[in-house]
């Protein structure tokens, strides 16, 4: 708690609850390439981080940067995965500008702040 950083899970705290086998994934990199020159950007509307999107940190909780960047999908887009870099943590206060980017085969929303330093850049397959 004092430094903010997770611990590592020791073997007789998982050891009650079973180790599942991992699911087959393909290995990704961590970063998430910048959109094509021709994807079309479109801005969407801004948001304001509250306190129910914080986590035992008060920075925004992982998942509704996710959530956030999903309500920025075209209503029809089917999502088969979500691939997100995180650069920034968001706190209660911020407002967050997501820009909406369109390729081919992909989507891309980074969600940014007033500056356009990006929070983080999620990708949907």
């Known amino acids: 708690m004092n430094t903010g950083h997770p611990l590592k899970v020791l073997p007789e705290t998982i050891a ?5 086998p ?3 994934m393909k290995d990704k990199s961590r970063k998430i390439s910048a959109p094509d020159a021709s994807a079309e950007a479109k801005k969407q509307s801004p948001m304001l981080v509250s306190a129910y999107h914080l986590d035992t940190n008060h920075h925004m909780n992982n998942g509704r940067y996710a959530e956030l960047a999903s309500a920025c999908l075209p209503e029809d887009y089917e999502i088969h995965s979500v691939h997100i870099s995180y650069k920034k943590a968001a706190v209660k206060g911020d407002w967050i ?3 909406l980017y369109k390729m081919e085969d992909r989507c ?3 969600l940014r702040n007033e500056q356009g330093e990006d929070y983080c850049i999620c990708e949907f397959h």
């Open 108 to 110: 891309q929303v980074a």
């Open 16 to 20: 009650p609850y079973g180790v599942e």
């Open 97 to 99: 500008y997501p820009v």
């Open 22 to 24: 991992e699911l087959p």
